[in-house]
């Protein structure tokens, strides 16, 4: 990637996920550890918010989910 200009493709490349094409769009002369720093830390922070509340609705729905076997009704009538 790095050997590319900008607007340039890449020959196929092979990673661990498949084959891929690069094209490179700009070039960034801005040191963006920070603002990744950042992002990190609020998507786990979302994650620490998000998995608590689903686990909560998952309980709810298996609490006023209704199940009617028929099924097993039918076969025992028939014993």
Known sequence: MDALTVGQVSAPVRSQFGWHLIRVEERRTKNMESEF???QARQYLFQ???EPA????LSQLRTSAYVDNRLEKALSAEE
């Open 37 to 39: 720093r950042r992002m």
């Open 54 to 57: 689903f686990d909560d609705w």
């Open 48 to 50: 620490q918010r998000v």
